[in-house]
């Protein structure tokens, strides 16, 4: 049997060499759809298109991922007894703290937004609010990896939520990943969060950062040898496949080859940013360095949606104030503020809000009593998200958390309900969205979750 550590050229050798490398990066994390074969066979197209499952407007998710959990009573979060109470003990324990960020009303359904987030704040009458949300544990990597994943338990893998996406409906565009995720963090469970754990590999997350894939790679012509290379290892793995007990991965790698190719024609022009017009970089607030990584983001998760990326998710870290809540509060505020509103407006203005979905929340929310000199500390039985776009109601709220913001009351929603309801907005069934492992079916919601109509247009 072919030994692909001992031989002189190997699958690994071919790809380092072929196209300067990329076919090499392929096969270490970007395995996607083979729109055509290498040779002539026919060769099942795992993310071909599918037609969905129920009626459905969207047909693409952006996250906007608050990491670290941002405190919802200084943002989004108006609660008037907390601000009459400040300094008193709260009903659970505590001293109460109320926000030291004014909040005023906006557009027709008169929502509160503190100033912290004024740009946003121009558009809630496009934003569906989500205020009575909990999930199971206080512990940011075991809460991040559920959102992501839906696992209940950290050391139990299950596939991102973006990876079921791409199983139940496949990929718009055939020459680019269909699930990409931009600057995630190598914290609380790192690539987790973006893995097919036991789906077939070619449903992960790609990996890029804020400055674009592989920024040193240029557009390359496939030279016959090239063509050679590539067909001799799709022949090799086609071999090695047929012998049993051959990992399943592999379908995932044969098609990964010619994906690699094709996509470097089409990827560095899309993720180079400064091709952009100026006024589109001022609007969305781009800057040099760190200061600008967010706003990066933003424009790259509406050009990788407008060329048909499936699921896209950028990341802003650094919300975990259990100290110094309050400068920390102001810096990832605007960092985040202008870049966000900057997105629904370009996603409106090109048409995409109708048929994208967009996400903005944190893994759990904050609690209003004080933690230390500086601080809250981590709620996780009621706190707020806000979606947009595609199959949601335009400013509307549903559910709601107490009058100090602590526990949901009203509308209460799992982590699981919110994955439920995420799938139904993308036209899939969570509980028909199944994948054979094990001896059972898994799905993304496990045994729970509920679809929550209330909030659909």
């Not at 499952?53 to 200084?74: N, T, W």
């Not at 048909?308 to 985040?336: C, E, P």
Request: aromatic share 8%; charged share 20%; hydrophobic share 40%.
């Amino acid at each position: 049997m072919f030994n692909d550590q001992d031989s002189a050229f190997s699958r690994r050798k071919a790809l380092q060499a072929a196209g300067t490398g990329f076919g090499y990066l392929a096969l270490a994390g970007m395995l996607g759809l083979q729109n055509k074969p290498a040779r002539a066979e026919s060769v099942t197209a795992p993310l071909a298109p599918k037609p969905q499952q129920l009626p459905a407007k969207a047909k693409r998710i952006i996250f906007l991922f608050m990491e670290g959990a941002m405190s919802p009573v200084d943002t989004f979060e108006y609660k008037a007894k907390l601000q009459d109470n400040d300094g008193k003990p709260g009903p659970g324990g505590g001293k109460l703290v109320a926000s030291k960020f004014k909040f005023d009303q906006h557009g027709q359904s008169g929502t509160y937004v503190s100033e912290l987030y004024p740009n946003v704040a121009k558009h809630v009458d496009k934003l569906c609010f989500i205020r009575g949300l909990h999930t199971d544990t206080p512990a940011h990597p075991q809460a991040v990896i559920q959102l992501h994943t839906g696992a209940r338990v950290a050391s139990l893998t299950r596939p991102s939520m973006g990876s079921w996406l791409l199983y139940g409906l496949g990929t718009e565009n055939q020459d680019l990943p269909g699930y990409i995720t931009i600057n995630p963090s190598p914290n609380f469970g790192g690539a987790v969060n973006y893995g097919s754990a036991f789906l077939p590999a070619h449903f992960q997350g790609t990996r890029i950062n804020d400055s674009g894939f592989l920024p040193n790679l240029k557009p390359q012509v496939l030279s016959p040898l090239q063509r050679k290379q590539i067909d001799l290892v799709q022949d090799m793995n086609r071999d090695l496949r047929a012998v049993p007990g051959a990992p399943s991965e592999l379908d995932g790698v044969i098609e990964s080859y010619e994906l690699a190719f094709r996509m470097q024609g089409q990827v560095p022009d899309l993720l180079d940013i400064s091709k952009e017009p100026q006024s589109v970089l001022d609007a969305y607030g781009v800057k040099p360095g760190p200061a600008g990584s967010f706003a990066r983001q933003c424009i790259l998760a509406r050009r990788l949606s407008e060329a048909g990326v499936r699921f896209v998710q950028i990341r802003q870290g650094g919300w975990d104030h259990h100290n110094n809540l309050h400068k920390g509060l102001i810096a990832n505020s605007a960092a985040t503020d202008q870049p966000t509103a900057a997105l629904l407006a370009d996603l409106e203005q090109r048409g995409l809000l109708e048929d994208t979905l967009v996400l903005f929340g944190s893994e759990f929310g904050r609690l209003p009593t004080a933690q230390g000199v500086d601080g809250r500390d981590h709620n996780i039985t009621g706190y707020p998200m806000w979606m947009a776009g595609a199959g949601v109601k335009k400013g509307f709220s549903y559910g709601a958390t107490d009058e100090y913001g602590t526990h949901a009351v009203e509308g209460r929603m799992h982590t699981m309900d919110l994955h439920a309801t995420l799938l139904a907005l993308m036209g899939l069934d969570h509980e028909a969205l199944t994948y054979r492992y094990a001896g059972r079916d898994f799905r993304l919601t496990d045994v729970a979750g509920n679809v929550v109509r209330e909030i659909m247009a």
